[in-house]
C-alpha cells in the first residue's frame, strides 16, 4: 500500500506507549496497534485530530504517502 503509518515513531519520540495514547484518545488499545501495523481501512479525522493533539504532531508526521511503482502516462488518463 503506498500510505505508510508513522504512529510507532512518533509514540517513540514523545515517549510515549500505545496503551496511555489509546486511553488518551478513547479508543481501544487493539485499534491502536492496527493503526500501528497499516493493517486499517481508514481512520476517521476526529480520530486522527485526538491522536495528533495528544502527540502534538500534524497528520504528515503520521502519514505517509510512498507510491507503490512509479506513475505512467496510462495511469494518468484514467
Avoid: W
Avoid at 17 to 30: C, F, K, N, P, Y
Avoid at 47 to 67: F, H, M, N, S, V
Amino acid at each position: 500500500m503506498a500510505i505508510i503509518v508513522n504512529l510507532d515513531v512518533m509514540l517513540a519520540k514523545r515517549k510515549m506507549r500505545s496503551r496511555d495514547l489509546a486511553q488518551h484518545i478513547g479508543v481501544a488499545e487493539t485499534n491502536v496497534s492496527l493503526l500501528k501495523s497499516g493493517k486499517v481501512k481508514g481512520v476517521r479525522f476526529e480520530t486522527l485530530d485526538k491522536i495528533c493533539r495528544a502527540l502534538d504532531c500534524q497528520p504528515g508526521d503520521i502519514l505517509e504517502y510512498r507510491p507503490d511503482r512509479p506513475e505512467t502516462t496510462s495511469d494518468r488518463l484514467e
